[in-house]
């Protein structure tokens, strides 16, 4: 499956984005799909995933209760809105798809998106 990310952009401390992952292909109801996020100097980290029937969802525990993952199948598409956002979650933002989510470490993920970059400045 190919990925296209977006929704990506400069936002105020406290301000919200929504981030979108475009699929391409009839199989990507078959996918668990995850987004990670690679600050500068920094690994690249997990935040959110979610199972492929969108039934089940998972989340790093610096952005719970901040960040909500969705999908919807007949678009394709992943979903990330991010609220409340502070300077730490200022990033690059990839969105990756996993045969399952059994574990959320990025080499379960087989494919990437290019990623789209968040910048919150304070």
């Known amino acids: 499956v190919q990925l296209q990310a977006s929704g990506g952009g400069l936002v105020q401390a406290g301000g919200s984005l929504r981030l979108a992952c475009a699929a391409s292909?009839?199989?990507?109801?078959?996918?668990?799909m995850g987004w990670f996020r690679q600050a500068p100097g920094k690994e690249r980290e997990f935040v959110a995933a979610?199972?492929?029937?969108?039934?089940?969802?998972y989340y790093a525990n610096s952005v719970k209760g901040r960040f909500t993952i969705s999908r919807d199948n007949a678009k394709n598409t992943v979903y990330l809105q991010m609220n409340s956002l502070k300077s730490e979650d200022t990033a690059v933002y990839y969105c990756?798809?996993?045969?399952?989510?059994?574990?959320?470490?990025?080499?379960?993920?087989?494919?990437w998106g290019q990623g789209t970059l968040v910048t919150v400045s304070s």
């Open positions: 292909g009839r199989t990507f109801n078959r996918y668990a």
């Open positions: 979610i199972s492929w029937s969108g039934g089940a969802t």
């Open positions: 990756a798809a996993a045969n399952d989510i059994k574990t959320v470490v990025p080499n379960n993920f087989g494919s």
